[in-house]
């Protein structure tokens, strides 16, 4: 592997990158604000970065709720999409849910990343919705550890 997954938190220099990649490459340009992004849930979550060099490729949320690790914000960089990171991002999710005694992962995946997550043994749970702030169709997905 080139590069390294690695759990931050909000006082490391790379907290703000985060912020910014999750604004632009996660949502449509405009429709989120930063408080979308620092929801009540951030204080809360491990924050985890691939990185390359110190360059931020793409990174992700994870939160302890009950018995459910809740899996967000799963970013990567455009021009590294396709070369393994989101897969490393979700091991390193899969693997820090365990330690934390979480019994499931939920996440809300668009339609075309479904196929992605199944990869995982993630399964769809209920029907398609719409996100509300984003206008955008969402399937819940679930992966029992």
């Not at 490393?88 to 693997?95: A, D, R």
């Not at 820090?96 to 199944?118: C, D, Y």
């Amino acid at each position: 592997m080139l590069y390294s997954v690695e759990e931050i938190d909000k006082e490391s220099d790379l907290y703000e990158p985060t912020v910014a990649m999750r604004r632009v490459d996660l949502f449509p340009v405009g429709r989120v604000t930063r408080s979308y992004i620092q929801d009540d849930l951030e204080d809360k979550s491990t924050l985890l970065v691939a990185l390359k060099n110190r360059k931020l490729l793409g990174c992700g949320r994870l939160t302890l709720q009950g018995e459910t690790a809740e899996l967000s914000h799963i970013v990567v960089g455009e021009e590294h999409r396709f070369t393994g990171v989101g897969s490393s991002l979700i091991q390193k999710c899969v693997e820090i849910s365990k330690r934390m005694g979480a019994k499931r992962i939920h996440l809300e995946s668009t339609p075309e990343a479904v196929p992605f997550f199944e990869k995982f043994g993630f399964v769809v749970v209920g029907e398609e919705k719409i996100l509300d702030l984003l206008d955008l169709p969402a399937l819940d997905m679930e992966l029992e550890l």
